[in-house]
T-cell receptor
Framework: GEDVEQSLFLSVREGDSSVINCTYT??????LYWYKQEPGAGLQLLTY?????DMKQDQRLTVLLNKKDKHLSLRIADTQTGDSAIYFC????????????FGTGTRLKVLA | DGGITQSPKYLFRKEGQNVTLSCEQN?????MYWYRQDPGQGLRLIYY???????QKGDIAEGYSVSREKKESFPLTVTSAQKNPTAFYLC?????????????FGPGTRLTVL
């Protein structure tokens, strides 16, 4: 199958860490991405990780990849109200026809 | 400034009417994409184009049509054959259609069928 799954909602308090999880089914994926979507807007690429990496850190963002369990996570340190948005994970692969597959999105709500 | 634009932001259509959504990019990107977003379902690929005068069906192409006559433009027509067209439509582009090419997204068009 080609499903990318995420939980729909996450609520955290300002200043806490947020962890958004994603599971994917296709082991042939080469790149895994995290996108952010603010209300009524398009998607903005936050970060990505190549499938031969386990971890990538970029300022407040940490991406962890567990290839064995096909599990990807995005940790946001010191979460701020401006981080409230929908977060999508996506995988890309080249099995036959190249394509992106997006997850269902996780709506993060940051409470002041 | 380089970017990708979509118009209009909001669009209303009566049942049985065709409607065309605009997508323009000045990033000199070869590849362009159309996605549909429904609540709780993520993004689904409608059509994509790797180069001018060429396009391919995505996962949910039925009831939609596209053209790619110019590199900068990739309009999407939602036809009356699309049974449930109310959704948020997102256009994207990338330098090429390679696996590590970032996709840049437009701001989206919200289509409502009355």
């Amino acid at each position: 199958g080609e499903d990318v799954e995420q939980s729909l909602f996450l609520s955290v308090r300002e200043g806490d860490s947020s962890v958004i999880n994603c599971t994917y089914t296709d082991s042939s994926s080469t790149y895994l991405y995290w996108y952010k979507q603010e209300p009524g807007a398009g998607l903005q690429l936050l970060t990505y990780i190549f499938s031969n990496m386990d971890m990538k850190q970029d300022q407040r963002l940490t991406v962890l990849l567990n290839k064995k369990d096909k599990h990807l996570s995005l940790r946001i340190a010191d979460t701020q109200t401006g981080d409230s948005a929908i977060y999508f994970c996506a995988e890309s692969k080249t099995s036959g026809t190249y394509k992106y597959i997006f997850g269902t999105g996780t709506r993060l709500k940051v409470l002041a | 400034d380089g970017g990708i634009t979509q118009s209009p932001k909001y669009l209303f259509r009566k049942e049985g009417q065709n409607v065309t959504l605009s997508c323009e990019q000045n990033l000199n990107h070869d590849a362009m994409y159309w996605y549909r977003q429904d609540p709780g379902q993520g993004l689904r690929l409608i059509y994509y184009s790797q180069i001018v005068n060429d396009f391919q069906k995505g996962d949910i192409a039925e009831g939609y049509s596209v053209s790619r006559e110019k590199k900068e433009s990739f309009p999407l027509t939602v036809t009356s054959a699309q049974k449930n067209p109310t959704a948020f439509y997102l256009c994207a582009s990338s330098i090429r259609d390679r696996v590590n090419d970032e996709q840049f997204f437009g701001p989206g068009t919200r289509l409502t069928v009355l």
